[in-house]
């Protein structure tokens, strides 16, 4: 029997506005479409990684009939439990994202609520036009989730580690460096990253790294450019040379670009879908991706039903709000 999933993270509360016009500096613009959520990206990733668990035994998701449990493969025959290790305040924004937890039978045991400190907060501009978003928050707990406060948790017990920049980077480069050290895999989405959340991790400690478009420059040393499709797999393969393990670059409504060592870059590429909130797609892609990856060892596979997952996310509101429960 192969550990849970274990998946350290931030949690936030999301206040979503929605306008076709987002505001200029110096600008005020009324009359925006409001959307609140439970949300964090460690939150969203674990959320999302329970509830495709029903895609995971059933046939890889509605309208699939292949299933995607490898027969043999490590977890056969049941779906990997998720804990979520993170910290919240003693606050109603926690009540609603433990309410969510409970209703999806997440492991909280490791999730500390602190008195002194409020719950994360995120402020959300979604672009009516084209579903895009711009997001600035405010950690409050999640800035407690330093190396010593994870110390209790079994990050050597589990099965897979999938984590995030959304906490100290402290805190993500000890469990990163205990989980390498202890042998489990480590999916990192380097989400945000910029000087003061980059955790400057050993690439070699990570066997999967899933930037997006514009987290994939930083990584490759050429901030403020922007990844596409056409020079996808080269990124990747850059990715590689520095160390990776390997490589699964979300790329949008084009799907993701797998690269591992050996073999030639995959584009996985998405189902058409009408998109209005892009928000918290790349943490359904994560989510899924860690749970299909730890139930069946195929990596092809699991970004095949992440990306199916996260698309259909983007074609509803919100962003734990519009993950599917499959
Ligand atoms: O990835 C989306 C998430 O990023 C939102 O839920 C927001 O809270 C920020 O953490």
């Given at each position: 029997?192969?550990?849970?999933?274990?998946?350290?993270?931030?949690?936030?509360?999301?206040?979503?506005?929605?306008?076709?016009?987002?505001?200029?500096?110096?600008?005020?613009?009324?009359?925006?479409?409001?959307?609140?959520?439970?949300?964090?990206?460690?939150?969203?990733?674990?959320?999302?990684?329970?509830?495709?668990?029903?895609?995971?035994?059933?046939?890889?998701?509605?309208?699939?009939?292949?299933?995607?449990?490898?027969?043999?493969?490590?977890?056969?025959?049941?779906?990997?439990?998720?804990?979520?290790?993170?910290?919240?305040?003693?606050?109603?924004?926690?009540?609603?994202?433990?309410?969510?937890?409970?209703?999806?039978?997440?492991?909280?045991?490791?999730?500390?609520?602190?008195?002194?400190?409020?719950?994360?907060?995120?402020?959300?501009?979604?672009?009516?036009?084209?579903?895009d978003n711009r997001i600035m928050n405010s950690p409050?707990?999640?800035?407690?989730?330093?190396?010593?406060?994870?110390?209790?948790?079994?990050?050597?017990?589990?099965?897979?580690?999938?984590?995030?920049?959304?906490?100290?980077?402290?805190?993500?480069?000890?469990?990163?460096?205990?989980?390498?050290?202890?042998?489990?895999?480590?999916?990192?989405?380097?989400?945000?990253?910029?000087?003061?959340?980059?955790?400057?991790?050993?690439?070699?400690?990570?066997?999967?790294?899933?930037?997006?478009?514009?987290?994939?420059?930083?990584?490759?040393?050429?901030?403020?450019?922007?990844?596409?499709?056409?020079?996808?797999?080269?990124?990747?393969?850059?990715?590689?040379?520095?160390?990776?393990?390997?490589?699964?670059?979300?790329?949008?409504?084009a799907g993701v670009l797998l690269a591992e060592p050996?073999?030639?870059?995959?584009?996985?590429?998405?189902?058409?879908?009408?998109?209005?909130?892009?928000?918290?797609?790349?943490?359904?892609?994560?989510?899924?991706?860690?749970?299909?990856?730890?139930?069946?060892?195929?990596?092809?596979?699991?970004?095949?039903?992440?990306?199916?997952?996260?698309?259909?996310?983007?074609?509803?509101?919100?962003?734990?709000?519009?993950?599917?429960?499959?």
């Amino acid at each position: 029997m192969t550990g849970p999933l274990l998946v350290i993270g931030s949690v936030n509360y999301d206040l979503i506005f929605r306008h076709p016009r987002l505001p200029q500096a110096g600008e005020t613009i009324s009359g925006a479409e409001l959307f609140t959520s439970c949300g964090g990206k460690g939150a969203n990733q674990a959320v999302a990684a329970v509830r495709c668990r029903g895609g995971l035994s059933a046939g890889g998701g509605p309208g699939h009939e292949e299933p995607i449990r490898a027969p043999g493969s490590p977890a056969d025959g049941a779906a990997p439990s998720v804990l979520f290790a993170g910290a919240v305040g003693n606050d109603a924004h926690a009540a609603a994202q433990l309410q969510v937890f409970k209703e999806d039978e997440l492991d909280t045991g490791h999730l500390l609520m602190l008195d002194d400190i409020h719950t994360g907060l995120s402020a959300v501009w979604v672009d009516a036009r084209s579903g895009d978003n711009r997001i600035m928050n405010s950690p409050g707990a999640n800035g407690r989730v330093t190396a010593k406060a994870l110390a209790p948790v079994p990050v050597e017990d589990a099965g897979l580690l999938l984590i995030q920049n959304e906490t100290p980077a402290d805190g993500v480069r000890s469990a990163v460096q205990r989980a390498a050290a202890a042998g489990v895999p480590v999916v990192w989405n380097p989400a945000p990253i910029d000087e003061t959340s980059d955790p400057g991790l050993d690439p070699r400690q990570v066997t999967w790294v899933t930037p997006n478009e514009v987290e994939c420059a930083v990584l490759l040393g050429r901030t403020g450019e922007r990844i596409d499709a056409g020079s996808a797999a080269d990124a990747a393969a850059g990715l590689l040379r520095l160390g990776y393990r390997g490589a699964a670059l979300t790329l949008g409504p084009a799907g993701v670009l797998l690269a591992e060592p050996g073999s030639a870059p995959t584009l996985v590429p998405a189902p058409k879908v009408d998109a209005v909130d892009t928000t918290g797609a790349g943490d359904a892609f994560n989510g899924a991706f860690a749970a299909a990856l730890l139930a069946t060892g195929d990596s092809r596979e699991a970004a095949a039903f992440g990306v199916r997952y996260a698309s259909d996310s983007v074609t509803r509101h919100g962003t734990q709000t519009s993950f599917a429960r499959w």
